[in-house]
């Protein structure tokens, strides 16, 4: 099952119970801390009787299912329900215990490893990888006709060593090496423009939100010049291949993606705090954006993953409303507790999607916004479809 398909199903799990367990590890840390929490006395007593019962699970599961390269595990578990998530990226520990899973963790780590394609190349060869999930792995190999040419060239050279011929050696060490370079010089862009073309067949079964490109900077601009204009922003010339250290060139692709991510954030939040001095189509509080997500007029959240922010919900007709409500004004039925992030968040993944943006813990616009906020659109859900 696709992953945005597994997202859609979690967030349809209801049980009335209360007894949906989610927990969150870093396993790039100490394990035990987080198992010790499993049996803590502060939890529901339904919730430590479901980690009794899966504590061993995850034990083994971290034991023997892990993947070397994974940093972070996310976990739903309840009544006949185990969804894990190998992550690529650490998360800080977290549990959640209520009637539904709480995803806000998980998509946060999502945005941490979006999707993308590396270039590494030099004269010889250019290697196409996709990096998904925090992991790399190869896709095509593209081999360069200088390779074939070098042979040429070499064979060529040693035949007129073997002559003995001094003038005839010299006479290919000059003009013969000029235009064995000039050949070079076309290998190398016909190999990457067929790189580049590669690149945007990939773009249009998978688009991806970056390009990175390994090599020599003298030859990059023939890959970037040959990729259409929208995805020449992408592209970006890291430095030189790291031959024989992946752990370099995977270390220097995470500190692009976490670059490019603090650079977007920082302006997202930027344009809600310049429009909220204006108060210009800003909206603040769960309680209110989820208004405004029904008429189809948000345009952007902004939340705290670890900050579920307690409210209630009307198993019969759906109302939400805060914290403390026992009662439904719309139908009088009985409220129970909910995680008024997850109800913004399973609208977010049930209907039209809407961009999120997850912010730092303690932000205090964002606290003082009622622990949420949205930039609004003057669009509304008729002018959507």
């Known amino acids: 099952m696709e992953l945005q398909e597994i997202l859609k199903s979690l967030c349809s799990i209801q049980d009335p119970s209360a007894a949906v367990v989610t927990l969150a590890l870093d396993v790039s840390k100490a394990r035990n801390r987080v198992l010790d929490r499993l049996g803590s006395e502060e939890l529901p007593a339904a919730a430590r009787e479901i980690l009794r019962g899966v504590s061993g699970r995850i034990s083994r599961y971290l034991e023997t299912q892990l993947r070397p390269e994974t940093e972070g595990l996310f976990l739903v578990a309840g009544p006949g329900l185990w969804q894990p998530f190998a992550l690529g990226v650490p998360v800080q520990d977290f549990i959640h215990v209520g009637r539904t899973p709480y995803l806000a963790p998980l998509l946060e780590a999502l945005t941490r490893m979006p999707r993308a394609y590396v270039l590494r190349f030099d004269q010889q060869e250019g290697i196409l990888d996709e990096v998904l999930m925090g992991a790399r792995k190869e896709i095509e190999r593209l081999s360069s006709a200088v390779v074939e040419r070098n042979a040429q060239h070499q064979m060529s050279s040693h035949t007129t060593l073997q002559a003995g011929s001094a003038r005839s050696?010299?006479?290919?060490?000059?003009?013969?090496?000029?235009?064995?370079?000039?050949?070079?010089?076309?290998?190398?862009?016909?190999?990457?423009?067929?790189?580049?073309?590669?690149?945007?067949?990939?773009?249009?079964?998978?688009?991806?939100?970056?390009?990175?490109?390994?090599?020599?900077?003298?030859?990059?601009?023939?890959?970037?010049?040959?990729?259409?204009?929208?995805?020449?922003?992408?592209?970006?010339?890291?430095?030189?291949?790291?031959?024989?250290?992946?752990?370099?060139?995977?270390?220097?692709?995470?500190?692009?993606?976490?670059?490019?991510?603090?650079?977007?954030?920082?302006?997202?939040?930027?344009?809600?705090?310049?429009?909220?001095?204006?108060?210009?189509?800003?909206?603040?509080?769960?309680?209110?954006?989820?208004?405004?997500?029904?008429?189809?007029?948000?345009?952007?959240?902004?939340?705290?993953?670890?900050?579920?922010?307690?409210?209630?919900?009307?198993?019969?007709?759906?109302?939400?409303?805060?914290?403390?409500?026992?009662?439904?004004?719309?139908?009088?039925?009985?409220?129970?507790?909910?995680?008024?992030?997850?109800?913004?968040?399973?609208?977010?993944?049930?209907?039209?999607?809407?961009?999120?943006?997850?912010?730092?813990?303690?932000?205090?616009?964002?606290?003082?916004?009622?622990?949420?906020?949205?930039?609004?659109?003057?669009?509304?859900?008729?002018?959507?479809?």
């Open 169 to 385: 050696a010299t006479r290919m060490g000059g003009g013969g090496r000029d235009r064995f370079q000039h050949c070079v010089e076309d290998a190398v862009e016909a190999m990457l423009h067929k790189a580049a073309d590669r690149v945007l067949a990939l773009q249009q079964e998978a688009p991806s939100e970056s390009i990175y490109a390994f090599g020599d900077r003298k030859h990059f601009p023939f890959f970037r010049d040959r990729l259409p204009a929208g995805l020449r922003s992408q592209a970006i010339h890291v430095g030189p291949v790291p031959h024989r250290h992946e752990e370099l060139l995977d270390k220097s692709i995470r500190e692009q993606q976490a670059s490019r991510l603090r650079n977007r954030i920082d302006g997202e939040i930027l344009e809600f705090q310049a429009r909220r001095a204006e108060q210009c189509h800003v909206a603040s509080g769960p309680e209110e954006i989820l208004r405004h997500l029904d008429t189809g007029k948000v345009a952007r959240v902004f939340l705290d993953p670890g900050d579920p922010l307690t409210g209630t919900k009307c198993a019969a007709c759906g109302a939400r409303a805060g914290a403390g409500k026992e009662k439904c004004e719309a139908c009088g039925s009985s409220l129970a507790a909910t995680s008024m992030t997850q109800e913004v968040l399973s609208h977010v993944l049930l209907h039209p999607p809407v961009p999120l943006t997850f912010v730092p813990r303690g932000e205090s616009w964002l606290e003082e916004s009622g622990g949420m906020a949205a930039l609004l659109s003057e669009k509304g859900i008729h002018s959507r479809r």
